[in-house]
């Protein structure tokens, strides 16, 4: 499926986009807080790419590829730690350094805001911030995620175990946010794997 907005569309990357988040993701700026990075070769976007099906079908990760008008790749967003119960997941992105401070991030969130609330039924999105991470959780305090706390010893990256800013935005809250007017149009059907009970119907 896609979710396509204004100026930025959400699909599934395929092995053609290898070389694109190769590029994207071998700058150590952008891959500083993650638990992998930066890419040293190509076999590791391909390794990430070849899991991602399998992991949509199961319910674990539903990971897109940020894209802009020209079709160029600038990013990644996703839903994991899918909870069917609860009808919560939590939101990941990460965009290359060129599109720092551009907007793209907003957009972005819009659109997986949309997906996440209006065509899978969740009603949380919780979100991930290194504590030192100051550009992230800015940006997303700006977007309207509350801050709830502190979560200790969360993330590995290599041999460091770090602190993690946690945050949450409830379906109210996104109903209630700029976010939930951009334009949005969603084309073709979610995973099975992450459609919860409460889906809205489709607008």
Known sequence: ??????????????????????????DPEVTRFFSWGPYASSAEPASY???????????ERLDFLIVGRDGAAIGVTGLSELSHRDRRAVVGTWLGRARWGTGANAETKALIGRLAFDRLGLERLGAYADVE???????????????????????????????VVVYSWLREEWQRSPLANVPVTASGEPPPAFLCATAAPRR
């Open 133 to 163: 991470n100051d550009r992230s959780q800015a940006a997303l305090e700006r977007l309207g995620f509350v801050h709830e706390g502190i979560l200790r010893r969360w993330h590995r990256h290599g041999e460091r175990v770090r602190d």
């Open 1 to 26: 499926m896609e979710m396509i907005g204004p100026s930025l569309r959400l699909r599934y990357a395929t092995t053609a986009d290898v070389p694109a988040l190769l590029a994207l993701g071998s």
């Open 49 to 59: 790419v070849s899991r991602l099906a399998g992991e949509r079908d199961r319910g």
